[in-house]
């Protein structure tokens, strides 16, 4: 299959509401490598598989547990590597789908690029600006296709909220806010002892890019994310899909200007990022805003009785977009979209059900603690 073909699939299948098998002919399937499989690389090959269009050729890990795991569900079906380039070295693979940790995005995005892969990586996109910059160079130099795993995008309830305000029906858009708001304990991920990484972990491969470090539990698997040589903290993990939500709705691509307050305020263990903060983004004028508008994003990971927080699942997230002067504020919570005071919200029902599984169509329940169980909604 040429590369123009997967973008026409991948297009097909991102418009799809009737069952793959009618869009991909038997013989016609995606052969793919995964590259990263912790907690959502299994999630993506799942969801990959579940399509049933898409032949697992290859798995690259470079901790055993994890690659060992995979390859499992792939029945025994896909080679596993410790090493992403031997996935990318193969000639009989279309596309790799990638989930390493943040740092870790880049290089193997632009050499499956180089590669002639066609690319899903997970969101962030990047670690920093300079490196999406190279991405989208990359991919534009070897034409291919590469998406990022912003799923949100594939939901009715964020699909409503976004037509809703498009239409015009809360007037002139001038303020959005989204929130994070959590009750983590203060004690966070403790203080672990810098150690020997196990036997069973290439830790070199791990760092790859980043900064030599010791290995230290807390720096690794999931938790990388809480440290600056490998992630940015909330601000780009969950801050990539609320703040997504916002461009696509307001018709904006990035702000003028960023301002942003807050520090690790509250939790004691040795992670690096926030766990408090305050960022304003003032965005040029969009068709929704007529004019500029702001952005503000809070976090507060240890404390979710902020002003916004009074119903349980405002703690998860979302967005409410404030108009100027009437008719009011569009509320975007975990599930559900509404214009404040009309009971018609869409959604509120199990995010997830009503929607095909494909190449960008994914969802899920959040494995986060059971709050709303109707309204909760994973990254
Ligand atoms: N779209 C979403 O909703 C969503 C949700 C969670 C995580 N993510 C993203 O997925 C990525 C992974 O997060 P996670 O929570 O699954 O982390 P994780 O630690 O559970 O998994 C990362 C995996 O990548 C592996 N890895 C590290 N370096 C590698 C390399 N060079 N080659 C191949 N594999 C390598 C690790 O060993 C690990 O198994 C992050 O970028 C995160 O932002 C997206």
Known sequence: ????????????????????????????RIRMGFIGVGG??????????????????????????????????????????????????????????????????????????????????????????????????????????????????????????????????????????????????????GNPPDTDPPQSLDWDLWLGPAPYH???PNRCIQNFRWFWDY??????DWGVHLIDVVHWAMGVEAPRTVSFAGGKYVVQDNTETPDTFDVTYEYPASAASGKEFLLRFHCRLTNDHADQGSEPWHRILWNRWHASGEPGRLHLVAGAAGIEGQSDPIGGGRFGQPLVAALCSRAEFSRLRPVAPEAEFGR
């Open 231 to 236: 992630s940015n903290g909330m601000l780009t």
């Open 1 to 28: 299959m040429n590369r123009r073909d997967f973008a026409r699939k991948v297009t097909a299948l991102s418009l799809a509401t009737s069952p793959l098998a009618r869009i991909l002919g038997a013989n016609d």
């Open 40 to 189: 959502m690389g299994t999630a993506d090959l799942q969801y990959f598989l579940r399509t049933g269009q898409v032949d697992v050729v290859a798995i690259a890990d470079p901790y055993g547990p994890h690659l060992e795991a995979a390859v499992g569900l792939t029945s025994g079906q896909a080679r596993g590597y410790k090493d992403f380039r031997q996935v990318l070295d193969l000639k009989d693979i279309d596309a790799v789908a990638i989930a390493t940790p943040d740092h870790w995005h880049a290089i193997p995005t632009i050499m499956a690029c180089e590669a002639g892969k066609d690319v899903f990586v997970e969101k962030p996109l990047s670690h920093t600006l300079h490196e999406g910059r190279a991405i989208v160079q990359a991919a534009q130099k070897h034409d291919r296709v590469v998406q990022v795993g912003t799923q949100q995008r594939s939901a009715a309830h964020f699909q409503k909220a976004v037509e809703l305000l498009r239409s015009g029906k809360i007037g002139r858009v001038t303020s959005v806010e989204t929130w994070l708001l959590s009750r983590r304990p203060v004690s966070g991920f």
């Open 214 to 216: 010791v290995y230290n």
